[in-house]
């Protein structure tokens, strides 16, 4: 795998966790409606506006994170590795392999 492949995945994971950390704000919301828990702090607005950021956030990064990557790795697509060996055809043109 290429270091790019590595970087989705990395921010695919990171959206499951934003997706984790949305269910900790809903559960805490539910836990308050339903009277297992008591918030001392905050109010319940609080976790209602967490699990939606959350769950926005990570539905943006696990969908759109090739987009992402594509907009970080833009120069990679068009520019060949300055370390990678020559194709076929350009070996051929520049009078083979030295």
Same mark, same amino acid.
């Given at each position: 795998?290429?270091?790019?492949?590595?970087?989705?995945?990395?921010?695919?994971?990171? !959206?499951?966790? &934003?997706? *984790? *950390?949305?269910?900790? !704000?809903?559960?805490?919301?539910?836990?308050? @409606?339903?009277?297992?828990?008591?918030? &001392? @702090? /905050? !109010?319940?607005?609080? @976790?209602?506006?967490?699990? =939606?950021?959350? $769950?926005?956030?990570?539905?943006?990064?696990?969908?759109?994170?090739? &987009?992402?990557?594509? =907009?970080? @790795?833009?120069?990679?697509? /068009?520019?060949? $590795?300055?370390? /990678?060996?020559? /194709? &076929?055809?350009?070996?051929?043109?520049? !009078?083979?392999?030295?």
């Amino acid at each position: 795998m290429r270091q790019r492949d590595w970087v989705v995945v990395g921010i695919r994971l990171f !959206g499951v966790w &934003q997706f *984790l *950390l949305a269910i900790d !704000g809903f559960m805490t919301v539910f836990a308050v @409606y339903f009277g297992i828990q008591k918030l &001392q @702090y /905050s !109010g319940v607005q609080v @976790y209602w506006l967490m699990g =939606i950021r959350h $769950t926005v956030v990570g539905l943006i990064l696990f969908l759109f994170a090739h &987009q992402l990557v594509n =907009i970080v @790795y833009r120069q990679e697509q /068009s520019d060949p $590795t300055p370390n /990678s060996p020559p /194709s &076929q055809g350009e070996a051929a043109e520049n !009078g083979g392999p030295h």
